[in-house]
């Protein structure tokens, strides 16, 4: 559909009309007047037709001064409506890629698998469902670091975590940090509804700030933690025993998850890993709300291009006019010298 954005500036094609008739002219000088020696040559030399060079320069003027106040009037061309997903969520997916995450004690279609490598199956799939949500991501090790801020982009953020590897941000795990970079993010966004998945598989060994202070912190902001421990109960590699989960410090995951009205996940496989991300689907839906968009594509540049094109042509014909004529009162000077 074809539209104009501001049809007022049409009123601006009279401006020309008003100015003829509201500006008066300018005055004539009486006086001497201009002695012409050769008027006798002038006379007799073959005359050309005024009338149509100034015709035509008066229409090329009208013509540029028309285009000009039509693109003033922003002629725009508007698309059909297209469905825009709305999110009142911004969701930020905090994971541990510390040292102990190359553990082999999780099964994923019964072959044992390191922590973080079904953290990345389950939770890339779990990001891929959050259409309309913004999602961000986090890796922590001995410190945080924002690896994608929030977007509706989900396959990048996908694929950022994919390429996560262990031992990135250090080795220990600074998960009071984490939650603080958390809150950094998702409180700068005027969204209600802030939510940080913490997923990790051990106890709080690095930073400055203590995971209860942090989500104190975050509580007060509006920030909701859901907190998942990451780990079977004896994990078991090449025959020997690693010992599992017992570094998981679950009372302080369950009360960080518990200070923001949010709820603690124990994960002991990638069944229980997919279980969890399926709850979560359910606890914090995807907004379904749309808006329509109309993409509008602006007209306006042709109008004004060809306006420019015909001011530049009528200003270089009154120079080469003006030029003309200056090489015609020379001439018959020339004539007359002896």
């Known amino acids: 559909m074809f539209q104009l954005a501001w049809p007022w500036m049409a009123l601006a094609v009279a401006a020309p009309v008003l100015v003829a008739y509201l500006v008066p002219p300018a005055e004539r000088r009486s006086g001497a007047a201009l002695r012409v020696p050769f008027y006798a040559e002038l006379a007799q030399s073959p005359s050309r037709p005024r009338r149509a060079p100034l015709g035509a320069l008066g229409a090329m003027a009208a013509c540029a001064w028309l285009l000009l106040v039509f693109a003033a009037c922003r002629p725009q061309w508007v698309h059909d409506p297209l469905e825009v997903p709305v999110s009142g969520r911004d969701l930020l997916l905090a994971v541990d890629i510390s040292g102990s995450m190359k553990t082999v004690d999780l099964f994923r279609?019964?072959?044992?698998?390191?922590?973080?490598?079904?953290?990345?199956?389950?939770?890339?799939?779990?990001?891929?469902?959050?259409?309309?949500?913004?999602?961000?991501?986090?890796?922590?090790?001995?410190?945080?670091?924002l690896q994608s801020p929030l977007t509706f982009d989900q396959t990048s953020v996908r694929e950022l975590l994919d390429e996560a590897e262990i031992g990135l941000a250090g080795e220990q795990t600074a998960i009071g940090d984490a939650i603080g970079l958390a809150l950094k993010r998702l409180r700068e966004r005027p969204a209600e509804n802030r939510v940080l998945i913490l997923l990790t598989d051990g106890a709080n060994t690095a930073g400055e700030a203590t995971p209860r202070d942090a989500a104190g912190l975050a509580a007060l902001h509006g920030m909701k933690i859901y907190a998942i421990g990451v780990?079977?109960?004896?994990?078991?590699?090449?025959?020997?025993?690693?010992?599992?989960?017992?570094?998981?410090?679950?009372?302080?995951?369950?009360?960080?998850a518990g200070l923001g009205g949010g709820r603690y996940f124990r994960a002991r496989d990638?069944?229980?890993?997919?279980?969890?991300?399926?709850?979560?689907?359910?606890?914090?839906?995807?907004?379904?709300?749309?808006?329509?968009?109309?993409?509008?594509?602006?007209?306006?540049?042709?109008?004004?291009?060809?306006?420019?094109?015909?001011?530049?042509g009528l200003l270089l014909a009154v120079l080469g006019r003006q030029w003309r004529h200056r090489m015609r009162e020379r001439l018959p000077a020339a004539r007359s010298v002896p």
Do not use: C, H, M, N
Not at 109 to 118: F, I, K, N
Not at 231 to 256: C, F, M, N, P
Not at 280 to 298: G, I, K, M, T, Y
């Open 109 to 145: 279609g019964g072959v044992p698998e390191s922590r973080l490598a079904v953290v990345k199956q389950v939770a890339g799939e779990f990001i891929g469902r959050r259409a309309g949500d913004r999602v961000g991501l986090i890796l922590f090790g001995s410190r945080p670091y």
């Open 231 to 256: 780990g079977a109960d004896q994990s078991t590699a090449l025959g020997r025993s690693l010992g599992g989960g017992a570094d998981l410090d679950e009372d302080t995951l369950k009360t960080v």
């Open 270 to 312: 990638a069944r229980e890993l997919e279980d969890i991300y399926a709850l979560l689907d359910a606890l914090e839906p995807v907004a379904r709300d749309v808006e329509l968009l109309r993409p509008v594509r602006e007209l306006f540049p042709a109008p004004l291009g060809i306006a420019l094109g015909l001011s530049a």
